[in-house]
C-alpha cells in the first residue's frame, strides 16, 4: 500500500504549532510508518507537491506569498487541516487588522527604526489588508485551534485520518 | 406561605417554589443550561442568550434565567435546534470583538473560552470585525480592555446592585454598545469608585483584570458575589 503524503507549511505564525508536531515525541516513528511528510519547514522540496493527502497548515493569511502557498496546497491537496489558533482565528498576527497596512508598516520601520528608516520592499512579500483565518482564503476541512495545539490533538487527529476516520477533538478542544 | 410548583426538566418532574427562574430550578437540580451574562446573585437581564430553553406549547424559545417557572410546565434544556443556536450565538460573540486567548490574561480561565470548548466551537464561521478599541488603564489597580468585553453587564449589576456604587454604564447602541465609567470618565478618574474590585472577579472574561498578571495567571473568585447577596439575606 502507498504511504500517505503529509505537506505542511507555516504562514503567518511563530512555527510553535510545528514544535508542537515535533512534541508528539516517538510517536512521529508510528505516523511516518504509514506516512510520508512530503512538503514543509521539515523537508527540503521547494514546491508544494501534486497529490498530497493531508495538508496541514499553521499560521494565518498575511501576505500574497502566504494567500498563494495555501491556494496552492489546497489546489494539491485532498483533506485540509488549519493548525493553530492563528490558522483558525488569526489569533496575534490579526491584531494588526485595525490598523491600515501603511500606517503600520511606517510605525515599525520609519518612526520605530533608530538607523535605516524606510519600508522594506525586496525579497519581502507585500502585506495583504488583514491577516485572515485560513477559511477566509481557502475551504478548510478541520480547524485544530491552540496555541500551540496540543502534541496528543496532534497526534489524535494524525491517528485517527491514517486509520481512514474523521476525528473529532471532543475533549482536546481548546483556544489559547 | 410559599407556593409550590412542579415542573418537568429534561422528562424529570421537579418540585420548586414559585417564583423562581428556570434557570434556577435547573441548576439546583443538577441540571446544566449554560450561561454567561447571569451570575446569582444578581438581577437577571437575559441578554446573552445562551441559556434559551424550549418550553412546551410556546413556540419561540424563552432565556432561561429570566422566566420563571409555572406549574406544570415541561422544559428541555438541551436540542440539535438549541445547540446550534448557542453555537451561533458563541461565535457572533467572538466574531464581534478581539478575543485572542493566546495572549489574555484569563486564558484557561475565561468562561466564554470554556463555553465554546464545550459546546464544539472550532472555528467562528463569521467574519472577524477587528474593531480598534482602548484599553484602560488609568485605574492604579485594575484594567479594562474592550477587546475582550462581551456586554453581559455582569459588572454594571455588580458595582450598582452590590457595591451600590453603579460605576459602570452600557453606552452606544447596537454594534457601537460599550462599557463606560462614571459618565465616560477614565476609570482611574471615576470618583465614584470604591476600588473594590468586584466588577474585576465578575467578568466572565479577560475584559477586566487585575494590574500585573501575565498571560493565563489572571484567576477570579467568582463566588464573591454570589457569597455577599447570600450573606446579606442571610442577615
Redesign the interface.
Known sequence: MDKVKIGTCWLDGCSGCHMSLLDIDESIVGVLRKADIVFGPLVDAQEWPEGVDVAVIEGAVSSQDDLKLVQTARARSRYLI?LG?CA?????P??R???PVRKLLERVYVEGADESAGVPTDGVPPLLR?AE?I??AVK?D????G?PPRPNAILMVLSELLEGREPD??SK???? | MTEKVKVRIDGEVISATAGQTILEVARANNKYIPALCYMEGLTSVGACRLCMVEVSGVAKLVPACTTPVQEGQAVATTSPQLDSYRKIALELL?AER?H?????VS??HCEL?TL??EH?????RY??S????PVDTTHPRYVLDHNRCVLCGRCVRTCAEIEGAHVWDVAGRGITSHLVSELQRPWGEATSCTSCGKCVQACPTGAMAEKGWGV?EMTKHRTVVSRLTSMREGS
Not at chain 1, 142 to 145: F, G, I, R
Not at chain 2, 100 to 104: D, G, L, P, T
Not at chain 2, 120 to 124: A, I, K, R, S
Open positions: 488549519a489558533d483558525v482565528t488569526g489569533n496575534v490579526s491584531m487588522n485595525g490598523i488583514q483565518p477559511r477566509q478548510v478541520l480547524h485544530v485551534p496555541c477533538l471532543g478542544l481548546r483556544f489559547g | 467572538f478581539n485572542v486567548c493566546a495572549v489574555c486564558s484557561g473560552q465554546a470548548q464544539g466551537v472550532t472555528h467562528v467574519p472577524y477587528c474593531p480598534r478599541l493565563e
